[in-house]
Structures are given as C-alpha cells and as structure tokens.
C-alpha cells in the first residue's frame, strides 16, 4: 500500500505561481510513475501531468501545457508540481496519483490516490 501525502496548496493571485509536492510512503516509489489530477467543485476529476518512474518522459493536459512542469526526486521519494501564470480555471483540488504504468497513469488510471491540495486562485 503506497501512501501519499500533498502539499503546498493555497491561495493565491490570477498570474502567481504555486509547486505543490506529493511524498510518497513507498521505498519503491522509484517503481511507480506519478500523476497530478484535480477536480474543480461541480466538475470530474481530469487529469493534470504525468511522469515516467524515471523522470525522462512526461506529459500534460492542453489546458496546461507551457505554464506547469513536473519533476521527481526518487532519492526523496517526491513527485512535485510547478505551477505558472496561475488563473481563476485552475481552481481545484490537486491529487497526487501512482500507477505502475505511464500510460494508464496518463490516460487517467491510479492505482494510489494522495488526499488532495486545495488551490485556489483568485481573479
């Protein structure tokens, strides 16, 4: 059972930034590629950005591109989320998510989910 815990969500300004971090439990979180979804009030939960267990490959919603990265620290068991040029639309709850696969993980599947960040930004 791999557990997972957010941080560094918050308030902040249309156009600030924010990086979130997801620690993880597991000695083999190097084994797990990492996701970040998030779910808007009255919406699905989408997905966010991914990264493969190695950190060589990742991959992001359109929504996003150009504005978040993603990056891992293995040593620390760690997965983060950088955000930019923050708007109101990103408003949600952020999860972090586990999947052995890459691909699953990017086409929305987990199979560990963390409690969730709130973000909020404010216009």
Not at 31 to 57: C, H, L
Request: aromatic fraction near 12%; hydrophobic fraction near 35%.
């Amino acid at each position: 059972q791999v557990q997972l815990v957010e941080s560094g969500g918050g308030l902040v300004q249309a156009g600030g930034s924010l990086r979130l971090s997801c620690a993880a439990s597991d000695r083999a979180f190097s084994s797990y590629a990492m996701g970040w979804f998030r779910q808007a009030p009255g919406k699905e939960r989408e997905f966010v950005a991914s990264i493969t267990r190695s950190g060589d490959k990742t991959s992001f919603a359109d929504s996003v591109k150009g504005r978040f990265t993603i990056s891992r620290d293995n040593a620390k068991n760690t997965v983060y989320l950088q955000m930019n040029v923050l708007k109101p639309e990103d408003t949600a709850v952020y999860y972090c998510a586990a999947h052995v696969y890459f691909m699953y993980i990017s086409a929305g599947r987990a199979d560990y989910w963390g409690q969730g960040t709130q973000v909020t930004i404010s216009s």
